[in-house]
């Protein structure tokens, strides 16, 4: 076993003054409100989400289904949980008749009246389409209906894809934090 760190950014965004609204998608793609019975579709996208990205060494129940799950039920059951700031994506297109879930966000309010980001994914296959921003808009709407002024996520600093698009929709960098995580020696 070695220890590694893993360097994150802490970054903020500024809500009042924003005018955030929900955003449109590409055709087939649904955003679909929070609804405990969608718990499972929740953990699944996430999983699909993290579970081959160096999240997933960072915070190894990402890389797990069954964490994934026991990770939502964790989020949904605490004290500052927000539906409203909490939303799945889906994707059908003209000829299927299955929804396919591919991406995920949670929205808590923390102890100081701050939102906070939870675990923002969207399957690999649909990356580079908008629905990373499209969840966070999503989110962010929600905290402003919550009357949260100020939002928050941690990102690891590797993902710059991430970072870029925090950056680009109004988050600045606010500290550096570092994460340690043993992991197993191979060999």
């Given at each position: 076993?070695?220890?590694?760190?893993?360097k994150r950014f802490r970054m903020e965004i500024e809500l009042a003054g924003r005018g955030l609204e929900m955003p449109s998608l590409p055709a087939g793609y649904?955003?679909?409100?929070?609804?405990?019975?969608?718990?499972?579709?929740?953990?699944?996208?996430?999983?699909?989400?993290?579970?081959?990205?160096?999240?997933?060494?960072?915070?190894?129940?990402?890389?797990?289904?069954?964490?994934?799950?026991?990770?939502?039920?964790?989020?949904?059951?605490?004290?500052?949980?927000?539906?409203g700031a909490t939303w799945l994506l889906s994707y059908q297109d003209e000829f299927d008749f299955d929804l396919e879930y591919c991406g995920t966000v949670q929205?808590?309010?923390?102890?100081?009246?701050?939102?906070?980001?939870?675990?923002?994914?969207?399957?690999?296959?649909?990356?580079?389409?908008?629905?990373?921003?499209?969840?966070?808009?999503?989110?962010?709407?929600?905290?402003?209906?919550?009357?949260?002024?100020?939002?928050?996520?941690?990102?690891?600093?590797?993902?710059?894809?991430?970072?870029?698009?925090?950056?680009?929709?109004?988050?600045?960098?606010?500290?550096?934090?570092?994460?340690?995580?043993?992991?197993?020696?191979?060999?």
């Amino acid at each position: 076993m070695g220890l590694t760190y893993f360097k994150r950014f802490r970054m903020e965004i500024e809500l009042a003054g924003r005018g955030l609204e929900m955003p449109s998608l590409p055709a087939g793609y649904q955003l679909h409100a929070w609804d405990f019975d969608l718990i499972e579709h929740h953990a699944f996208a996430k999983y699909m989400s993290f579970r081959s990205e160096l999240d997933a060494n960072v915070f190894p129940c990402l890389g797990e289904f069954d964490g994934c799950s026991r990770l939502m039920n964790e989020i949904q059951n605490k004290e500052g949980f927000l539906p409203g700031a909490t939303w799945l994506l889906s994707y059908q297109d003209e000829f299927d008749f299955d929804l396919e879930y591919c991406g995920t966000v949670q929205g808590i309010r923390d102890r100081t009246g701050v939102g906070a980001i939870q675990n923002l994914g969207v399957v690999p296959g649909h990356r580079g389409l908008g629905l990373g921003r499209a969840l966070m808009a999503g989110a962010l709407c929600g905290f402003q209906r919550a009357g949260l002024r100020r939002a928050y996520l941690e990102v690891t600093s590797q993902n710059e894809g991430a970072v870029q698009l925090y950056e680009d929709i109004g988050f600045r960098r606010v500290r550096t934090v570092y994460k340690a995580v043993e992991l197993a020696s191979v060999g």
